[in-house]
T-cell receptor, first 114, second 118 residues
Framework: ETGVTQTPRHLVMGMTNKKSLKCEQH?????MYWYKQSAKKPLELMFV???????ENNSVPSRFSPECPNSSHLFLHLHTLQPEDSALYLC?????????????FGSGTRLTVV | AQKITQTQPGMFVQEKEAVTLDCTYDTSDPSYGLFWYKQPSSGEMIFLIYQGSYDQQNATEGRYSLNFQKARKSANLVISASQLGDSAMYFCAMRANAGGTSYGKLTFGQGTILTVHP
Protein backbone atom coordinates (compact mmCIF):
# COMPACT_ATOMS: atom_id res chain seq x y z
CA GLU A 1 0.00 0.00 0.00
CA THR A 2 1.72 3.17 -1.19
CA GLY A 3 -0.71 5.73 0.24
CA VAL A 4 -1.92 6.67 -3.24
CA THR A 5 -4.72 4.50 -4.59
CA GLN A 6 -5.68 4.38 -8.25
CA THR A 7 -8.75 2.72 -9.68
CA PRO A 8 -9.32 0.84 -11.84
CA ARG A 9 -6.03 -1.01 -12.28
CA HIS A 10 -6.93 -2.05 -15.81
CA LEU A 11 -9.35 -0.50 -18.27
CA VAL A 12 -10.32 -1.43 -21.80
CA MET A 13 -12.49 1.07 -23.61
CA GLY A 14 -13.75 1.74 -27.09
CA MET A 15 -13.04 4.97 -28.88
CA THR A 16 -16.57 6.23 -28.35
CA ASN A 17 -16.76 5.41 -24.65
CA LYS A 18 -16.55 7.77 -21.71
CA LYS A 19 -14.70 6.59 -18.62
CA SER A 20 -12.95 8.09 -15.61
CA LEU A 21 -9.78 7.24 -13.74
CA LYS A 22 -9.71 7.90 -10.02
CA CYS A 23 -6.83 8.72 -7.72
CA GLU A 24 -7.03 9.11 -3.96
CA GLN A 25 -4.40 9.97 -1.36
CA HIS A 26 -4.59 10.31 2.41
CA UNK A 27 -1.05 11.46 3.00
CA UNK A 28 -1.94 15.06 3.69
CA UNK A 29 -0.34 16.14 0.42
CA UNK A 30 -1.62 19.24 -1.33
CA UNK A 31 -0.33 18.65 -4.85
CA MET A 32 -1.42 15.93 -7.26
CA TYR A 33 -0.21 14.92 -10.71
CA TRP A 34 -1.21 12.84 -13.70
CA TYR A 35 1.53 11.16 -15.75
CA LYS A 36 1.28 9.16 -18.95
CA GLN A 37 3.74 6.37 -19.63
CA SER A 38 3.66 4.87 -23.12
CA ALA A 39 5.70 1.86 -24.13
CA LYS A 40 9.35 2.73 -24.65
CA LYS A 41 8.77 6.42 -23.91
CA PRO A 42 9.75 8.60 -20.96
CA LEU A 43 7.20 9.58 -18.36
CA GLU A 44 5.11 12.49 -19.60
CA LEU A 45 3.70 14.93 -17.08
CA MET A 46 0.13 15.73 -18.10
CA PHE A 47 -1.46 17.85 -15.37
CA VAL A 48 -0.47 19.42 -12.07
CA UNK A 49 -2.85 20.47 -9.32
CA UNK A 50 -1.69 22.56 -6.38
CA UNK A 51 -4.23 23.19 -3.62
CA UNK A 52 -6.99 21.92 -5.96
CA UNK A 53 -6.08 24.45 -8.65
CA UNK A 54 -4.70 23.33 -11.98
CA UNK A 55 -1.30 24.92 -12.39
CA GLU A 56 -0.02 23.01 -15.38
CA ASN A 57 -1.43 21.45 -18.53
CA ASN A 58 1.32 20.16 -20.78
CA SER A 59 -0.50 20.52 -24.11
CA VAL A 60 -2.74 17.58 -23.34
CA PRO A 61 -5.58 16.97 -25.87
CA SER A 62 -9.01 18.00 -24.69
CA ARG A 63 -10.23 14.39 -24.79
CA PHE A 64 -8.46 14.17 -21.41
CA SER A 65 -10.23 16.24 -18.78
CA PRO A 66 -8.88 16.37 -15.23
CA GLU A 67 -10.86 17.19 -12.13
CA CYS A 68 -9.66 17.84 -8.60
CA PRO A 69 -12.61 18.33 -6.22
CA ASN A 70 -10.37 18.41 -3.14
CA SER A 71 -6.75 17.91 -2.18
CA SER A 72 -7.27 14.18 -1.65
CA HIS A 73 -8.96 13.23 -4.91
CA LEU A 74 -8.03 13.54 -8.54
CA PHE A 75 -9.90 12.29 -11.57
CA LEU A 76 -9.06 11.96 -15.23
CA HIS A 77 -12.15 11.91 -17.42
CA LEU A 78 -11.67 10.22 -20.78
CA HIS A 79 -13.80 10.55 -23.90
CA THR A 80 -13.39 9.72 -27.59
CA LEU A 81 -9.88 8.42 -27.06
CA GLN A 82 -7.57 7.15 -29.78
CA PRO A 83 -5.62 3.88 -29.85
CA GLU A 84 -2.38 5.85 -29.31
CA ASP A 85 -3.76 6.90 -25.92
CA SER A 86 -3.25 3.35 -24.71
CA ALA A 87 -0.71 3.63 -21.91
CA LEU A 88 -0.09 3.37 -18.19
CA TYR A 89 -1.54 6.39 -16.39
CA LEU A 90 0.14 7.16 -13.11
CA CYS A 91 -1.11 9.46 -10.38
CA UNK A 92 1.25 10.97 -7.83
CA UNK A 93 1.03 13.34 -4.89
CA UNK A 94 3.45 15.52 -2.95
CA UNK A 95 3.73 18.61 -0.82
CA UNK A 96 3.60 21.86 -2.78
CA UNK A 97 5.69 23.77 -0.29
CA UNK A 98 9.38 23.66 -0.95
CA UNK A 99 10.67 20.34 0.19
CA UNK A 100 13.34 18.03 -1.01
CA UNK A 101 11.04 15.08 -0.81
CA UNK A 102 9.78 13.41 -3.92
CA UNK A 103 6.43 12.16 -5.05
CA UNK A 104 4.39 9.20 -3.88
CA PHE A 105 2.96 7.26 -6.79
CA GLY A 106 -0.07 5.08 -7.20
CA SER A 107 0.07 1.70 -8.90
CA GLY A 108 -1.27 3.09 -12.15
CA THR A 109 -4.16 2.34 -14.47
CA ARG A 110 -3.24 0.38 -17.57
CA LEU A 111 -5.52 1.70 -20.29
CA THR A 112 -6.18 -0.01 -23.58
CA VAL A 113 -8.20 1.81 -26.25
CA VAL A 114 -9.72 -0.49 -28.86
CA ALA B 1 15.99 24.23 -16.63
CA GLN B 2 16.61 20.86 -15.09
CA LYS B 3 17.65 17.74 -16.92
CA ILE B 4 18.26 14.14 -15.95
CA THR B 5 20.15 11.78 -18.26
CA GLN B 6 20.29 8.01 -18.01
CA THR B 7 22.51 6.73 -20.80
CA GLN B 8 21.99 2.99 -20.27
CA PRO B 9 18.77 1.78 -21.91
CA GLY B 10 19.39 -1.73 -20.60
CA MET B 11 21.74 -3.44 -18.16
CA PHE B 12 22.35 -7.09 -17.36
CA VAL B 13 23.77 -8.51 -14.16
CA GLN B 14 24.32 -11.95 -12.71
CA GLU B 15 22.43 -12.82 -9.56
CA LYS B 16 24.39 -11.93 -6.39
CA GLU B 17 26.64 -9.52 -8.28
CA ALA B 18 26.63 -5.74 -7.85
CA VAL B 19 25.47 -3.38 -10.57
CA THR B 20 25.72 0.38 -11.09
CA LEU B 21 23.05 2.35 -12.93
CA ASP B 22 24.25 5.70 -14.22
CA CYS B 23 22.54 9.05 -13.79
CA THR B 24 23.77 12.55 -14.55
CA TYR B 25 21.86 15.72 -13.90
CA ASP B 26 21.96 19.38 -14.71
CA THR B 27 20.56 22.22 -12.66
CA SER B 28 21.60 25.72 -11.71
CA ASP B 29 19.80 25.53 -8.37
CA PRO B 30 22.07 25.00 -5.35
CA SER B 31 19.39 23.14 -3.44
CA TYR B 32 17.97 19.96 -4.92
CA GLY B 33 17.06 16.38 -4.18
CA LEU B 34 17.92 13.30 -6.19
CA PHE B 35 15.76 10.17 -6.21
CA TRP B 36 15.72 6.69 -7.59
CA TYR B 37 12.51 4.82 -8.33
CA LYS B 38 11.97 1.20 -9.31
CA GLN B 39 9.15 0.23 -11.66
CA PRO B 40 8.42 -3.50 -11.94
CA SER B 41 6.38 -4.86 -14.81
CA SER B 42 3.24 -4.34 -12.70
CA GLY B 43 3.65 -0.60 -13.23
CA GLU B 44 3.87 0.84 -9.74
CA MET B 45 6.65 3.35 -9.06
CA ILE B 46 8.51 2.36 -5.91
CA PHE B 47 10.71 4.90 -4.14
CA LEU B 48 14.16 3.48 -3.41
CA ILE B 49 16.57 6.14 -2.18
CA TYR B 50 17.04 9.88 -1.78
CA GLN B 51 20.09 12.16 -1.74
CA GLY B 52 19.99 15.85 -0.82
CA SER B 53 22.38 18.24 -2.49
CA TYR B 54 23.82 19.33 0.85
CA ASP B 55 24.19 15.85 2.26
CA GLN B 56 27.82 15.14 3.06
CA GLN B 57 27.52 11.38 2.93
CA ASN B 58 26.22 9.09 0.23
CA ALA B 59 22.76 7.76 0.93
CA THR B 60 22.27 4.07 1.64
CA GLU B 61 19.10 2.00 2.03
CA GLY B 62 19.73 -1.69 2.53
CA ARG B 63 21.22 -3.06 -0.69
CA TYR B 64 20.85 0.31 -2.42
CA SER B 65 23.43 3.04 -2.26
CA LEU B 66 23.74 6.27 -4.16
CA ASN B 67 27.18 7.27 -5.42
CA PHE B 68 26.82 11.05 -5.30
CA GLN B 69 29.56 13.03 -7.05
CA LYS B 70 28.41 16.62 -6.88
CA ALA B 71 31.21 18.18 -8.90
CA ARG B 72 30.56 15.75 -11.74
CA LYS B 73 26.77 16.07 -11.31
CA SER B 74 26.29 12.37 -11.14
CA ALA B 75 24.07 10.27 -8.88
CA ASN B 76 24.62 6.64 -9.75
CA LEU B 77 22.60 3.89 -8.08
CA VAL B 78 24.52 0.87 -6.85
CA ILE B 79 22.61 -2.32 -6.15
CA SER B 80 24.63 -4.87 -4.24
CA ALA B 81 23.98 -8.63 -4.21
CA SER B 82 21.43 -8.48 -7.05
CA GLN B 83 18.33 -10.61 -6.77
CA LEU B 84 15.98 -11.89 -9.46
CA GLY B 85 13.30 -9.58 -8.06
CA ASP B 86 15.48 -6.58 -8.87
CA SER B 87 14.64 -7.00 -12.57
CA ALA B 88 12.69 -3.85 -13.39
CA MET B 89 12.89 -0.38 -14.92
CA TYR B 90 14.82 2.12 -12.80
CA PHE B 91 14.29 5.87 -12.98
CA CYS B 92 16.53 8.62 -11.70
CA ALA B 93 14.72 11.86 -10.82
CA MET B 94 15.47 15.29 -9.43
CA ARG B 95 13.50 17.96 -7.64
CA ALA B 96 15.10 21.40 -7.44
CA ASN B 97 14.14 24.64 -5.81
CA ALA B 98 13.03 26.10 -9.16
CA GLY B 99 14.80 29.38 -8.59
CA GLY B 100 13.30 29.98 -5.19
CA THR B 101 9.65 29.25 -5.96
CA SER B 102 7.66 26.63 -4.16
CA TYR B 103 6.86 24.51 -7.14
CA GLY B 104 9.90 22.37 -7.78
CA LYS B 105 8.73 19.68 -10.14
CA LEU B 106 10.12 16.18 -10.19
CA THR B 107 12.06 15.66 -13.42
CA PHE B 108 12.67 12.08 -14.59
CA GLY B 109 15.33 10.45 -16.71
CA GLN B 110 14.55 8.04 -19.52
CA GLY B 111 14.97 4.97 -17.36
CA THR B 112 17.21 1.88 -17.42
CA ILE B 113 15.84 -1.65 -17.74
CA LEU B 114 17.76 -3.97 -15.43
CA THR B 115 17.69 -7.70 -16.03
CA VAL B 116 19.08 -10.04 -13.40
CA HIS B 117 20.17 -13.45 -14.68
CA PRO B 118 20.17 -16.54 -12.43
Amino acid sequence: ETGVTQTPRHLVMGMTNKKSLKCEQHLGHNAMYWYKQSAKKPLELMFVYNFKEQTENNSVPSRFSPECPNSSHLFLHLHTLQPEDSALYLCASSQVEWTLYGYTFGSGTRLTVV
Amino acid sequence: AQKITQTQPGMFVQEKEAVTLDCTYDTSDPSYGLFWYKQPSSGEMIFLIYQGSYDQQNATEGRYSLNFQKARKSANLVISASQLGDSAMYFCAMRANAGGTSYGKLTFGQGTILTVHP
